[in-house]
């Protein structure tokens, strides 16, 4: 199935779920990501959960990891319009978000992370396939950012959903995730 059919069919299946399923899948999505056997981390890359698209509560994820190490650096994505990038911007607990046209919570200010330095990145999807590719928004902001990042590093990615088979239009130029955490069990790629 081609991305534009899949975004259509998981963003409606995604919204169909209701508050109270949502909270269970986002218990079982973190259950399943700390029997995963990651190395340490010094460096994350996040993103604000979108609440109107009914996207996974990475908040979990990341009050997870920054817990196992205090010392996280922990960035999160500001889109640069003018140049059609994204950048990782490094945060902390006094650190404001404002929504940008895209509703995407970004930090006001801080400094750029620069994207060779990160340890782990948790990439946002729609639906992914047996082969770690994945659906996103459709913009390739992160395709394009994480083609910088170090080939080590680590590019995860939540669903509420199963795999499907295979995404039949990838392009070129799209990054395949390491792991993709569902709440029934965890692919590793």
Known sequence: MIKKELRKIYREKRNALTAGEKVKLDDFLLINFQKVSIPFISSLFSYWPIEENNEPNTHLITDYLEFKNPELKIAYPRIDIFIDEMEAVLTDSETSFLQNEFNIYEP???SIFP???IDMVIVPLLVFDKKGYRVGYGKGFYDKYLANCRK???KVGFSY???IDEITDKA???VPLNLCITPQTVYVF
Do not use: L
Request: net charge negative.
């Open 152 to 154: 080590d590093s680590i």
């Open 115 to 117: 994207a060779d330095e």
């Open 172 to 174: 070129d130029f799209d």
């Open 161 to 163: 959903f199963e795999p």
């Open 108 to 110: 006001e200010s801080g």
